[in-house]
């Protein structure tokens, strides 16, 4: 397995960084909103988007004073890749075929 | 853009709308010379039991031993062809099957296209159940995130 993979698959191990990807798929937050969904102190929660930010399963954007966090569903699309290897190849098939077919309505 | 369907780990299953007839998609699924534009390079002939080879392409998280071997299956005019997809690999060969389904939808063709056979105790997907089960985990998210970039 690749080290970048791995890393994934580390990152969301942890049920708390599986739920902090949950509420930034509603749009960005703060750090404020998100530590707020947790019974754990801040820090803590920083330390878990910290984890995710260098895993690059999220985004961070400064606001003046305000730290915001989105999410970067490359990485996850990338893990998808692996566990289903074929699904993009056979993508890419059909839309081969599509262009092979207007190629022949052409000629 | 849509994601991966991760429900099942051993099927893989891919539709798309095609603007033509069901005939002229199922040329384009069994005229070895149409093929080889489009899908892979192989000896493929339209008869029940028929061997035939594709040169595979690398992909990094199968082992790939470069010549797959097939065997038409099965098949039913302009609607339906199964053929058996075997590929040998170093020590993780994959035995699978690969069915095209054609169904007329208004001027054109709905086709779909189903991948089965996949392991489902290959490492990443052992490890994705695993860690990422449950209501909260994998598929919900990825669910979720299909719908977030639709």
């Known amino acids: ?66 730290r915001r966090y989105r999410l970067e569903p490359g990485p996850l699309m990338g893990l998808a890749d692996w566990l289903h290897p074929y699904e993009r190849f056979w993508r890419r098939k059909l839309a081969d075929l599509r262009t092979v077919l207007d190629e022949e309505d052409d000629a | ?34 093929l080889a534009r489009w899908f892979l390079p192989c000896d493929f002939r339209l008869e029940v039991g028929h061997r035939f080879t594709l040169a595979t392409e690398p992909r990094p998280n199968v082992r790939f031993a470069g010549v797959s071997h097939c065997e038409v299956l099965e098949f039913e005019v302009e609607r339906m062809l199964r053929f058996g997809w075997h590929d040998p690999g170093e020590d993780n060969g994959l035995d699978s099957t690969v069915t095209w389904r054609l169904e007329p939808e208004g001027t054109g063709t709905r086709l779909f296209l189903e991948h089965d056979g996949f392991d489902p105790d290959n490492p990443y997907q052992a490890m994705s159940r695993r860690i990422m089960g449950g209501p909260n985990g994998w598929n919900g ?10």
């Not at chain 1, 599986?18 to 998100?34: A, F, I, K, S």
């Not at chain 2, 998210?141 to 639709?150: K, M, P, T, W, Y």
């Open chain 1, 1 to 66: 397995m690749t080290a970048a993979v791995d890393d994934v698959f580390a990152a969301l191990a942890s049920p708390v960084r599986r739920e902090l990807l949950r509420l930034l798929l509603d749009g960005e937050r703060t750090v404020n909103d998100l530590a707020a969904h947790f019974a754990m102190a801040r820090p803590s929660v920083s330390e878990h988007l910290r984890v995710l930010r260098e895993t690059g399963l999220v985004a961070e954007t400064r606001h003046g004073r305000e």
């Open chain 2, 1 to 34: 853009m849509s994601l991966p369907d991760v429900g099942d780990p051993r099927t893989v299953r891919v539709d798309t709308f095609l603007p033509y007839p069901p005939a002229r998609v199922w040329r384009a699924l069994t005229d070895p010379e149409l």
């Open chain 2, 141 to 150: 998210v990825l669910a979720r995130l299909a719908g977030a970039l639709a």
